[in-house]
């Protein structure tokens, strides 16, 4: 019988992520500190509306691109917290930024184009440029250099193939966050090389240093960003699976006929619940998204200074809910590090090679849970340390 899988598919590995978490579901007293999802409830009122909407019968198709009215609220919400200008009829409401990421990439690839992977990053980005027929290549940013892209090692990574670069900012799995000045300094490269930018931004209102710059925002690097954004993370909303996607003309409408063939619309109750929680968001100033954040601040603080307690030396994060500590001084790398640790004190930490090969040294710590666990947890990686 011949082999019927894909074999772009069947290169794949599991997700790094996935499968400490699978083990963590089956332990008795462990501790999690690695999928990243917020431990707060999504606020009472979203939760109402959607009620609402199942009984006032909601529960057919939308349009495909979304409910017009939140593809509006989308449009202001970018252009007053972010100064980003899309139009309503340029967004398409999507499942989540995931299908916004795979969209863009299938949209974009053709076979033997390579797209730029910042590393470490997302473990979905190259894995998706892969299965949409692309080539990831690594772009390797450093501790050293707060794990920011730069022009140099932007140029050393583009070759004549090279189609797009994905930006990820507030990034997952480090923290960091891109200034104005450092998005600034990339974008003549990419004016230069006529690059596409994938720009994920989907922890956008959890940055602690100010607000969150789009590279979007920045002279006409609107024409050539397609913007990825969603209410996972900021509205304590990953269940719900709502994001969405604002690009050029040509993007867009690409974007769109395969989201019509293969999506056809987000489901219709958590558009409901997205609008709520936009429209809250403008009448009371976002304070919702506001405490979330202050909390996710005051947490990755402690663990922080608990890693640099503990001799890891420990990046400070500047957005998102995660800190990618070192861990070389142990003698171990981030995959042995992660399963010694899980196996003999029960916590689970996502080894930083499931993000690429800069992260093999580290470790993913995610800080989206409560502090009575996190002090649990440094407890026990302090035993765990300790006790070699």
Same mark, same amino acid.
């Given at each position: 019988?011949? @082999? ?10 599991? %997700? ?49 691109? !979304? &409910? ?12 007053? *917290? ?22 863009? &990439? *299938?949209?974009?690839?053709? +076979? ?16 998706? =440029?892969? &299965? ?7 772009? /390797? ?14 140029? @050393? ?5 090279? /189609? ?5 900012? $507030? ?45 979007? %925002? ?14 996972? /993370? ?43 929680? &936009? @429209? ?37 994060? @500047? ?5 990618? $500590?070192?861990? /070389? ?22 080894? !930083?090679?499931? +993000? ?6 580290? =470790? ?19 035993? +765990?340390?300790?006790?070699?």
């Amino acid at each position: 019988m011949r @082999k019927f899988v894909n074999s772009r598919a069947a290169s794949l590995q599991p %997700s790094g992520i996935r499968k400490f978490f699978d083990i963590v579901q089956k332990m008795d007293g462990a501790i999690s500190l690695g999928v990243g999802e917020p431990d707060f409830v999504t606020p009472w009122n979203v939760r109402e509306e959607a009620v609402r909407s199942i009984r006032r019968g909601c529960t057919q198709y939308t349009g495909n691109r !979304g &409910l017009a009215e939140l593809r509006e609220y989308i449009s202001r919400y970018l252009k007053e *917290r972010f100064g980003v200008c899309y139009t309503p009829e340029r967004t398409i409401v999507t499942v989540g930024a995931s299908e916004a990421i795979d969209l863009a &990439l *299938r949209a974009v690839c053709d +076979f033997g184009d390579e797209i730029l992977v910042p590393e470490p990053s997302y473990v979905s980005y190259a894995p998706c =440029v892969t &299965l949409a027929g692309g080539t990831p290549v690594a772009v /390797k940013c450093s501790a050293e250099n707060e794990f920011i892209l730069t022009p140099e090692c932007i140029e @050393k990574a583009v070759t004549p193939k090279t /189609k797009a670069i994905i930006i990820a900012y $507030p990034n997952n799995p480090t923290g960091a966050v891109m200034t104005r000045e450092q998005l600034e300094a990339i974008v003549p490269v990419i004016e230069k090389h006529d690059l596409l930018v994938i720009s994920d931004e989907i922890y956008a209102e959890l940055t602690y240093t100010g607000r969150h710059v789009s590279i979007a %925002s920045i002279g006409n690097m609107a024409e050539r960003t397609v913007l990825i954004n969603g209410f996972s /993370k900021s509205f304590a909303m990953t269940g719900w699976r709502v994001g969405f996607v604002c690009a050029p003309a040509e993007a867009d409408e690409a974007m769109f006929r395969i989201h019509q063939y293969t999506i056809l619309c987000a489901p219709h109750i958590s558009q409901r619940a997205a609008l709520c929680a &936009l @429209k809250e968001g403008f009448a009371d100033g976002f304070s919702t998204v506001e405490d979330m954040r202050r909390e996710y601040m005051r947490r990755g603080e402690f663990l922080v200074n608990a890693f640099n307690a503990l001799g890891l030396k420990c990046f400070r994060p @500047k957005g998102a809910f995660y800190v990618f $500590p070192s861990v /070389k001084n142990t003698g171990m790398d981030g995959e042995r590090f992660a399963n010694e640790l899980l196996a003999e004190q029960k916590v689970a930490v996502v080894p !930083g090679s499931a +993000f690429g090969e800069a992260g093999k040294y580290h =470790v993913r710590c995610s800080y989206a849970t409560s502090m009575q666990q996190l002090t649990t947890a440094i407890d026990r990686i302090t035993s +765990f340390i300790e006790g070699r």
